[in-house]
């Protein structure tokens, strides 16, 4: 009898996240199990791509539904969603933003500039969309560091602020800055 993708959720339901103690489809986690011929494909959405039980979770997924008769191989592909609080009515200046981090010091010269571009670098090889606003109006120096955008910015009617905009891709050797 060959294994059915039934078979891979049944697993999959029965076998905790190890870090939140719940199995993965009461977690919501599981979003496609697939058979490519004697391989068992799982695509996990995790709520943050930066997400530190990443290999545990993979590991404990391979080995539980790895146990099932006619399945040769298991890959787990991740996808990550970020949760974030929704934009209050009564203050819709970010739409679409989900997370701020705020990097600041009472200081200069301590490499808050450097900590925000490797943050906005790191994340976006992990596959977050991610902007960086220098507030430094003496001297920015995230313009510097990011190198020359590939659309500059401007202004828009109404006083907006439209970003610069740089490209990044998970290999360092392809990058257009």
């Not at 919501?28 to 290999?55: F, K, N, Y």
């Not at 969603?81 to 009564?90: A, E, I, M, T, Y």
């Not at 200069?108 to 490797?118: A, D, F, L, W």
């Not at 976006?124 to 590939?150: C, F």
Request: proline share 8%.
């Amino acid at each position: 009898m060959a294994v059915t993708v039934e078979d891979i959720r049944a697993v999959l339901a029965e076998t905790q996240d190890p870090a939140l103690k719940v199995d993965f489809v009461s977690a919501g986690m599981v979003s496609s199990v697939a058979l490519e011929g004697d391989r068992a494909v799982i695509g996990i959405e995790l709520t943050t791509p930066a997400c530190p039980s990443r290999d545990v979770i993979a590991r404990s997924i391979e080995a539980a539904v790895g146990k099932l008769p006619g399945v040769a191989g298991v890959d787990v592909r991740f996808t990550a969603k970020v949760l974030g609080r929704p934009n209050h009515p009564s203050n819709p200046r970010l739409p679409g933003v989900k997370n701020i981090i705020a990097v600041a010091a009472g200081k200069g010269g301590v490499g808050k500039s450097t900590v925000s571009t490797n943050l906005a670098a790191a994340l976006a090889r992990l596959g977050a969309t991610v902007g960086i606003l220098d507030a430094d109006v003496y001297g920015p120096s995230v313009p510097q560091m990011m190198g020359e955008p590939q659309k500059p910015a401007g202004v828009e009617s109404g006083n907006k602020i439209l970003p610069a905009i740089h490209s990044w891709s998970a290999d360092p050797r392809a990058r257009r800055h």
